[in-house]
């Protein structure tokens, strides 16, 4: 592509070059794009084929999936399936036409939030078409200026583009840390009576989608008793996995009800597309009036909605999905345990595997684990993790069986004697790329 230069001269004398934007881009494509002629397809964009379950095909081979977030199993249940068909078969993907204010509302949209307030222990709730631009702007529709938001550090991206949009101050606590966390709130009080406006939200997640570890909901919502914020907690791995009723997180830890946002996405236990935010019905009707995100876009379609409520039903009804993945998450993590292995402090059904090595050590051992065991987990390094490092990343589901765990703890440890013998040792990614680059 011919990029052509500008140059232009300010005030006669200076002479300056005008850089283009997609030269500079395509030049340095980020921390992971510059790894894409190599990887596109393998290590990122892999192509997972065939039914979501346990067991799907990975360039032709059939490998055991630890990758999706299908928890309860109901990607593939026969009521979702046939729910699903149903509504693109009734109501196509068109309907309803136009954002929920405008024209786009219906009564299967409202019968939905009504039946995930119930489920959440809430007033009211409000539907999102997506999780990730939902919670973002739910951020910018609830602060002024004058606000101050108080956040654990290991956020999800969500909730980091969100802090973008506010234009008032907001402080970081570590991650998890009680002590920092009402450091921070002791910060964000004093700033609020200098300004002499304003008030606090503290955000955090039910659970840690990285560690697996909860949110500790139940001691910020006690720092309540102190100080005065409003309580926002993103439960997309809590919501259908923790609790008794599978309310998420802030159930599990008998605070739900201290907890003034509910936020859940409908892409992990749901196995769909949407998302929802759950309180009282006054701040839930000042969103539903405000939230950018929904007012300016098209409406959830019909059939997702559809689809969404018999999600629903089946996680409420049939606590036994929640007990098969329990079941099936404390076999992989008490066997990885007893083989030694770290996986750290979680306390939900994600579970990371901490290890030590490079980029090029842990893409050979990824291909070796793909290719001679069949199996196929995400992997986190250098840059999203300090050098060194390498996280894999394992999703148990009510899908999987005795054998897929046994053959998973085999292969990992056979593969991790390998890694600490040094013999994925290597000058550089190998080259995995389905497409010329
Ligand atoms: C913690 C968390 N919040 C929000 C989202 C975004 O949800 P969605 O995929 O519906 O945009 C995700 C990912 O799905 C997530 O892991």
Redesign the pocket.
């Known amino acids: 592509m011919a990029i052509s230069k500008i140059t232009l001269l300010e005030g006669g004398l200076k002479k300056f070059t005008m850089a283009d934007i997609f030269e500079r881009l395509v030049k340095n494509s980020g921390p992971i794009g510059q790894h894409r002629e190599r990887a596109h397809g393998y290590f990122a964009f892999p192509k997972l084929e065939g039914n979501i379950s346990s067991r799907m095909k990975f360039r032709g081979k059939e490998v055991i999936v630890w990758s999706l977030?299908n928890y309860l199993d109901l990607a593939n249940h026969p009521e979702v399936r046939k729910a699903d068909a149903q509504g693109a078969a009734e109501f196509g993907l068109g309907l309803p036409m136009g954002a929920r204010m405008m024209s786009g509302n219906s009564k299967h949209h409202e019968q939905l939030e009504r039946e995930l307030a119930e489920f959440v222990m809430k007033e009211d709730a409000i539907l999102?078409n997506?999780?990730?631009?939902?919670?973002s702007s739910l951020i910018d529709a609830l602060c002024s200026r004058h606000d101050v938001i108080v956040y654990d550090a290991e956020?999800?991206?969500?909730?980091i583009d969100g802090l973008r949009m506010h234009s008032g101050h907001r402080y970081v606590y570590k991650h998890n840390d009680l002590l920092d966390c009402e450091k921070q709130l002791q910060r964000a009080t004093a700033m609020i009576e200098k300004q002499k406006a304003g008030g606090i939200l503290v955000i955090t997640?039910?659970?840690?989608?990285m560690a697996g570890d909860q949110g500790k909901l139940k001691e910020i919502a006690a720092l309540k008793d102190t100080y005065e914020f409003r309580l926002l907690v993103?439960?997309?791995?809590g919501f259908g996995t923790l609790g008794t009723t599978g309310a998420g997180a802030g159930e599990a830890q008998g605070v739900q009800d201290k907890i003034d946002l509910y936020?859940?996405?409908?892409?992990?236990s749901m196995a769909s597309?949407?998302?929802f935010i759950g309180g009282d019905r006054n701040i839930i009707n000042y969103i539903r009036y405000n939230i950018r995100s929904q007012i300016f876009a098209k409406s959830l379609p019909m059939a997702l909605v559809i689809g969404n409520l018999k999600r629903l039903e089946l996680l409420r009804t049939k606590p036994e999905l929640k007990e098969k993945l329990w079941e099936n998450a404390r076999k992989l993590q008490n066997g990885l345990k007893s083989r030694g292995f770290d996986i750290g402090k979680t306390d939900s059904p994600v579970t990371p595997i901490y290890m030590s090595g490079g980029v090029e050590e842990a893409s050979a051992m990824v291909m070796d684990l793909r290719e001679n065991y069949h199996v196929f987990c995400s992997i986190i390094v250098y840059p999203v993790i300090p050098k060194g490092h390498i996280i894999y990343r394992l999703i148990p589901t009510a899908a999987h069986t005795d054998e897929d765990i046994e053959e998973t703890l085999r292969a990992f440890d056979e593969t991790k004697k390998r890694l600490d013998a040094g013999k994925y040792k290597a000058a550089a990614i190998p080259h995995m790329a389905d497409v010329p680059a």
Request: glycine letters at 20%; a negative charge; aromatic letters at 16%.
């Open positions: 977030n999102l997506y999780g990730y631009q939902g919670m956020s999800h991206a969500c909730i997640e039910g659970v840690f989608g993103d439960d997309a791995h936020f859940s996405t409908f892409a992990k597309i949407g998302g």
